[in-house]
Nanobody
C-alpha cells in the first residue's frame, strides 16, 4: 500500500531554494504517477508539478522554469526542487500518487488516490 511522507519544508527568504521529498514507506509507488499540490490559506488546493511513472513531467505555468520534479525509483522517492522562491509560493505542499495515469500526470485533485500529510513552505519577502 502506498504511504506518502513529505519532508523538506521550512522558512526561506524570497529568491532562495528548498528541496521537498516525498517518500513512499510502502515501497509500491514506482508504478504510480506522483504529483505535488499546494494549498495556501483560504485558497483551493492547486497542482504544482507531476511526474508519470513512465517519465514525462508536467508543471503549472506559475512554477515553470523555477521548480523541477524528479523521481528516484531506487529510493521510492520523488523530489521537488524549488528555486527562485517567491512569497506567493507560501503554502502547505502535498504529495499525491495515482496508479491510473501512466503517461501524463493529471492536474486535478480527484485523480489522485493517495496523499501525504503535507509540509509547510513559507517564503518571506
Amino acid at each position: 500500500q502506498v504511504q506518502l511522507v513529505e519532508s523538506g519544508g521550512g522558512l526561506v527568504q524570497a529568491g532562495g531554494s528548498l528541496r521537498l521529498s516525498c517518500a513512499d514507506s510502502g515501497r509500491t509507488f514506482n508504478s504510480h504517477t506522483v504529483a505535488w499540490f499546494r494549498q495556501a490559506p483560504g485558497k483551493e488546493r492547486e497542482f504544482v508539478a507531476g511526474v508519470s511513472w513512465s517519465g514525462p513531467t508536467t508543471y503549472a505555468d506559475s512554477v515553470k522554469g523555477r521548480f523541477t520534479i524528479s523521481r528516484d525509483n531506487a529510493k521510492y522517492t520523488v523530489y521537488l526542487q524549488m528555486n527562485s522562491l517567491k512569497s506567493e509560493d507560501t503554502a502547505v505542499y502535498y504529495c499525491a500518487a495515482s496508479p491510473r495515469y501512466p503517461y501524463r500526470a493529471p492536474s486535478n485533485v480527484p485523480s489522485y488516490d493517495y496523499w501525504g500529510q503535507g509540509t509547510q513552505v513559507t517564503v518571506s519577502s
